[in-house]
């Protein structure tokens, strides 16, 4: 089974449709989760998970996590906040060091696929995911880089404001047509693209190790 997490605070935004993307082309049977909603803390260094591998505190990572040790892959996407991954997503990478005491790996051998959103087109959310997937002796894939979506522009008051991303691509606005928005996934070829071929590698992987 593949595991796919979107780690965007957007319920059904371009995370969520990317990482989608990838788990229907792999042609195998999949599970998603949106961390949107989740309550999910960091980790408190509470080392109780030492002795048994098991995080100990209560809140919603413990499914996720519980399922990220049963799936034999997880397609992991998450957001570029404030230049770098948004804090959902970095609380759910940082809870696997649970996993990680006594020279024992729970998520060791598993694939991983990286999918990463950025208005900016950069790779920092995507290096930290890498990181933090090598640093659990997973094995990546491939990574795919997706075209976000900035929160100017439905925050309101983007249309008018000097700091922001709209000003910043068109100038000070009446209002904000639909030739202003930014692309959703759909209509991103390239993007779709990539998460399709990433898909079908990834699916291809897993039927070979069968």
């Given at each position: 089974?593949?595991?796919?997490?979107?780690?965007?605070?957007?319920?059904?935004?371009?995370?969520?449709?990317?990482?989608?993307?990838?788990?229907?082309?792999?042609?195998?049977?999949?599970?998603?989760?949106?961390?949107?909603?989740?309550?999910?803390?960091?980790?408190?260094?509470?080392?109780?998970?030492a002795?048994?591998?098991?995080?100990?505190?209560?809140?919603?990572w413990?499914?996720?996590?519980?399922?990220?040790?049963?799936?034999?892959?997880?397609?992991?996407?998450?957001?570029?906040?404030?230049?770098?991954?948004?804090?959902?997503?970095?609380?759910?990478?940082?809870?696997?060091?649970?996993?990680?005491?006594?020279?024992?790996?729970?998520?060791?051998?598993?694939?991983?696929?990286?999918?990463?959103?950025?208005?900016?087109?950069?790779?920092?959310?995507?290096?930290?995911?890498?990181k933090?997937?090598?640093?659990?002796?997973?094995?990546?894939?491939d990574?795919?880089?997706?075209?976000?979506?900035?929160?100017?522009?439905?925050?309101?008051?983007?249309?008018?404001?000097g700091?922001?991303?709209?000003?910043?691509?068109?100038?000070?606005?009446?209002?904000?047509?639909?030739?202003?928005?930014?692309?959703?996934?759909?209509?991103?070829?390239?993007?779709?693209?990539?998460?399709?071929?990433?898909g079908?590698?990834?699916?291809?992987?897993?039927?070979?190790?069968?």
């Amino acid at each position: 089974m593949i595991l796919g997490i979107s780690g965007s605070g957007r319920k059904n935004g371009i995370t969520c449709d990317a990482v989608k993307a990838v788990l229907e082309a792999s042609g195998l049977e999949y599970e998603f989760i949106s961390l949107s909603g989740k309550k999910i803390g960091g980790c408190i260094s509470c080392l109780q998970c030492a002795s048994d591998n098991v995080c100990k505190i209560k809140d919603d990572w413990l499914t996720i996590g519980d399922k990220m040790l049963k799936a034999d892959a997880i397609v992991f996407g998450a957001p570029n906040y404030y230049g770098m991954i948004n804090a959902l997503g970095h609380a759910c990478m940082e809870r696997t060091y649970s996993f990680r005491h006594q020279a024992r790996f729970g998520l060791a051998g598993k694939l991983g696929v990286i999918v990463s959103t950025s208005y900016k087109g950069d790779n920092v959310v995507q290096s930290y995911i890498e990181k933090m997937m090598f640093e659990n002796k997973m094995v990546v894939v491939d990574s795919v880089i997706v075209r976000g979506y900035s929160q100017c522009y439905s925050c309101g008051f983007g249309h008018h404001c000097g700091v922001g991303k709209v000003v910043r691509d068109h100038g000070f606005l009446e209002k904000i047509e639909d030739k202003h928005l930014p692309l959703c996934f759909e209509d991103q070829d390239d993007s779709k693209q990539q998460t399709y071929k990433v898909g079908k590698i990834l699916g291809s992987i897993l039927k070979n190790r069968r």
